[in-house]
């Protein structure tokens, strides 16, 4: 793999792929996972650890977001933004 990644850079890629990811056009799934992938394989491309941990940031934001936009507590938005992943846990089917 090539040089380590920033963490803000490790981000911003997170960003870019959901961005692809939530095209307004269905087929462009496909193209969006041949294309995550040629981008995660290249020599130059970022550590996948850094990736994953980009992608993990995102979702961490996006979900206090929610939380805020929920009226959550400021003082337990971290508990609140839980109890956000715990009822869509529970929405989910079962395997």
């Known amino acids: 793999m ?3 990644t920033p963490p803000t ?3 911003r890629i997170a960003i870019e792929f959901l961005t692809l990811w939530l095209s307004p056009e269905p ?11 040629t981008r995660l394989c290249e ?9 994953i941990a980009g ?10 977001r929610c939380a805020v936009q929920e ?6 938005l971290y508990r ?11 929405a ?3 395997a």
């Not at 609140?80 to 529970?90: C, K, P, R, V, Y």
């Open 9 to 11: 850079e490790a981000t």
């Open 27 to 37: 087929g462009d799934r496909a193209e969006t996972q041949a294309y995550i992938k």
């Open 55 to 64: 992608h993990l940031n995102l979702a961490m934001l996006l979900l206090l």
């Open 71 to 76: 009226s959550a507590d400021p003082d337990h």
């Open 80 to 90: 609140d933004a839980h109890a956000i992943l715990q009822q869509m846990s529970s």
């Open 2 to 4: 090539g040089t380590p």
């Open 43 to 51: 020599s130059d491309a970022a550590d996948v650890e850094m990736v």
């Open 92 to 94: 989910l089917p079962e």
